[in-house]
């Protein structure tokens, strides 16, 4: 079937996948200065070489820990080495974003600067962001919340309740947006 550029409406959209990671958003560009995406991979790397068991791995590991430290302090973010993250995540600009060890990050998410993502708030426990979530810079994303697929979380918003899949969340304390708007 061919398809003329001019047949494509405007509007169409691509639907980026909330279950299937996207690993090509997370590649670093050979010699290219791009130090969010530099300390995902220092991450990944941790994340395999503690499956494995040998000494060799033991000493890959160690250095790992020091290039991941490095890449926080260029970065300035607090992502913990186990934090579990799905694929393909992408953060633009990784300054003052703080996530706690045990949330649960799904595949295809953008996270821009200053958002935390930690405990408090009304429900207990931690946050569990779906898959394919945009949360706007300096977003706070606290508690046990759930946090659907293909959500979008406002900019300085704070949320302490969960959001619907598609559904977008805005304001102190976030209120969630008719989707029909």
């Not at 805005?170 to 947006?177: N, T, Y």
Request: glycine share 14%; proline share 6%.
């Amino acid at each position: 079937m061919n398809v003329n550029p001019g047949d494509i409406s405007m509007n169409t959209q691509v639907m980026v996948s909330a279950e299937i990671a996207d690993w090509s958003r997370e590649e670093v560009a050979l010699f290219r200065y791009d130090p969010s995406r530099q300390l995902l991979r220092t991450i990944r790397a941790y994340a395999r070489l503690s499956k494995e068991k040998d000494i060799l791995s033991n000493l890959r590991r160690k250095l790992v820990v020091l290039i991941y430290r490095f890449w926080s302090v260029i970065t300035g973010a607090d992502i913990p080495l186990g934090t579990e993250i799905g694929g393909g995540l992408l953060i633009p600009h990784p300054n003052g974003i703080v996530m706690h060890p045990d949330a649960v990050i799904g595949p295809n998410c953008l996270i821009f600067q200053g958002v935390t993502i930690g405990t408090g708030g009304k429900l207990p426990g931690l946050p569990v962001i779906g898959g394919h979530v945009d949360i706007g810079s300096g977003a706070k994303i606290l508690g046990g919340v759930t946090i659907g697929d293909h959500a979008k979380i406002g900019a300085n918003a704070v949320v302490l309740c969960d959001v619907p899949g598609g559904a977008t969340a805005v304001g102190v304390p976030a209120s969630i947006l008719d989707i029909s708007e």
